[in-house]
């Protein structure tokens, strides 16, 4: 009988961990609290469940998150093949239905016969085992990752975007189209507002009543998902710079470039539901309908969902934890996804391979694999090893992470050779194993 190992956590790292393993030869237990036990940011009870954005970024490997996508379908990564299937137009990014890719992955993890679901609620570390719990990590099985560590959790704060329907906006006011043409071309809607309704709208999010609470004092934001309302109060052009820039998005009944932009990014493949790119908030409901609805074919937007916030948790992953991402105690515990302070779905996709396939190892007495710090992967895991732990905050998948090439390349040359490099290195790296 093959030899039975726990991952908890059925987020995006928790089932590729699990997969990983099971296609190993190891029999997996998989433990999902929900729903025996809820968290404020999931919706469903659903495997791999996407709770803020439905983009995986793009799949260019001249950008970070392709290079990184390209390593993980090298490394057989269940997830990637299931956000392909479940695609939706989104330019170059890989955009997905979220429903029907938590339904491919849960099928086709659970069609595997060595795989167990078991719904509840986990406290205690497994050993051995995998730890994929995210950032809603439950408090009790928080407390025991502290203990085990040594040093508490640090903690941020995430927000999320609205969705609206399709059949509340105004078409008319809005214009198909992907920044520079890209995908299809027309993969996204956009309201384009004049210096004048950019104004209004800046107004309206810095007068925005918000949800508020002691906690949310000197609130240590992650940076790459800044409420809007606080991009805002970084400057009245902050927006026009960041998720409202209009370049490349010029609106084809004038011709013109708009002085900002608003984009609507798909949710489904039907077209029926619209994410607003970059607006997470932390905004009341009531404020959320009466400050988009100045947003250029949404005053009468219909909301599938409004933006909130919630907390994040991370573990010190450099104060914490070892080769291949296992607690230097050396009993088998391994943590994978977001906690341990990756930011992002591909990133979490990474660290969950890597995680299952080192559980792998340590349990048939191999030493731990990392990719070299040339590939984005690599790179990744040793910002998790060696940042100061002093200073440690969550990172997403960026060229600054990879070892510099050893001669001058011309700026725009620079990405494509990182990225081959990369490959080469990757697969030489796959090989030795």
Known sequence: ?????????????????????????????????????????????????????????????????????????????????????????????????????????????????????????????????????????????????????????????????????????????????????????????????????????????????????????????????????????????????????????????TGKIPHAVVQLRREDRAGQMWNLVGFQTRLRIPEQRRVFATIPGLAEAEFFRFGSIHRNSYINSPASLGPGLATRDGRGVFFAGQITGVEGYTESLGSGILAGINLARFLSGEPPVVPPPTTMLGGLVRYLREADPTHFQPMNANFGLLDPLPHRVPKKARRAALAERAEEEFARWREGW
């Not at 030869?25 to 999931?42: C, D, I, Y």
């Not at 093949?81 to 997905?96: F, I, K, M």
């Not at 086709?108 to 719904?119: D, G, Q, T, Y």
């Open 1 to 253: 009988m093959s030899q039975s190992v726990d991952v908890v956590g059925g987020g995006l790292a928790g089932c590729e961990a699990a997969w990983a393993l099971a296609n190993r030869g190891f029999q997996v237990r998989l433990h999902e609290m929900r729903p025996v036990k809820t968290t404020p940011a999931h919706q469903t009870d659903a495997l791999a469940e996407l709770v803020c954005s439905n983009s995986f970024k793009s799949s260019d490997t001249t950008n970070a998150h392709g290079l990184l996508k390209q390593e993980l379908r090298a490394l057989g990564s269940l997830l990637l093949p299931c956000a392909d299937e479940a695609r939706v137009p989104g330019g170059a990014a890989l955009v997905v239905d979220r429903e029907m890719f938590a339904r491919l992955v849960g099928e086709r993890l659970l069609a595997l016969p060595n795989v167990e679901l078991i719904r509840e609620e986990v406290t205690s570390l497994p050993e051995p085992g995998i730890v994929a719990t995210g950032p809603l990590t439950s408090q009790g099985l928080a407390d025991a990752i502290a203990e085990r560590v040594g040093s508490s959790a640090l903690a941020f704060y995430d927000a999320i975007a609205p969705i609206v329907a399709d059949e509340s906006l105004d078409h008319s006011a809005l214009y198909a189209l992907s920044r520079y043409g890209k995908g299809e071309g027309d993969d996204y809607l956009n309201a384009p507002l004049t210096t004048e309704q950019y104004e209004t709208l800046i107004d309206a999010l810095l007068a925005g009543d918000q949800y508020q609470s002691h906690e949310f004092d000197q609130v240590p934001y992650f940076e790459g998902c800044l409420p809007i309302e606080e991009m805002a109060r970084r400057g009245r052009e902050t927006l026009r710079f960041g998720p409202m820039k209009p370049v490349g998005l010029p609106d084809p009944r």
